[in-house]
């Protein structure tokens, strides 16, 4: 299995450090070539405006957007969360717009806003271990999105047929228990293929 990690800027690293943890092959993706023969794709927290400038930039948008779009599985984290999202409050922009949710970026506040915390989330556990920073999360959802999770009334994990999207960092913890959940979608849609 190879999962391609957008690695422009963020905490990509720290994806790539679990998913070798996991036995995983992961890519760095900083180009075009690099989505090729790869199984899963994680988009990380970092800056969603700079990601989402920078898949164009460098030409990947297309071919990102087609292979989501196509069904291979992806999970965002934080800023990767927004890029997904058809719609950001008060905000016109659309990235990749391939999941039916709205989020409000930097829904807690700014740096001070950063926050730790446990939650269940449903299908993969209970005290799943959670860090914000700066993080979004879902105002709204249409009715082809599960949600996995609420924290304080907001929605902060989700899910719509391929597409996995947590508001919050599972790879700044030790908690491997949501990497695992997506390597499990990347394995059913590989046998589903």
């Not at 690695?7 to 679990?18: K, L, T, V």
């Not at 291979?72 to 990767?80: D, F, I, N, S, Y």
């Not at 299908?123 to 924290?151: C, H, Q």
């Not at 919050?168 to 949501?178: G, I, K, W």
Request: proline content about 3%.
């Amino acid at each position: 299995m190879v999962i391609g990690v957008l690695a422009m800027q963020g905490a990509y690293e720290e994806h790539i450090n679990i998913l070798q943890d996991l036995d995983v092959s992961p890519v760095e993706i900083r180009n075009k070539n690099d989505l090729q023969n790869i199984d899963g794709i994680i988009i990380p927290g970092g800056e969603s405006t700079t990601m989402g400038k920078l898949i164009r930039t460098l030409d990947i948008y297309d071919d990102l957007k087609e292979k989501i779009e196509s069904g291979m599985p992806v999970w965002g984290t934080c800023a990767g969360m927004i890029l997904l999202a058809k719609s950001i409050c008060n905000d016109d922009t659309v990235h990749l717009g391939t999941m039916d949710i709205e989020v409000k970026r930097n829904a807690y506040g700014r740096q001070l806003g950063s926050f730790n915390t446990k939650s269940n989330v449903k299908g993969i556990g209970e005290d799943i271990e959670m860090v914000f920073i700066r993080a979004p999360y879902i105002e709204n959802v249409d009715d082809n999105v599960e949600v996995l999770s609420v924290v304080d009334n907001n929605i902060v994990a989700a899910k719509e047929n391929n597409m996995l999207v947590t508001s919050f960092h599972p790879e700044l913890t030790s908690d491997y228990r949501v990497h695992k959940y997506f390597l499990k979608m990347v394995e059913e849609n590989n046998k589903g293929s």
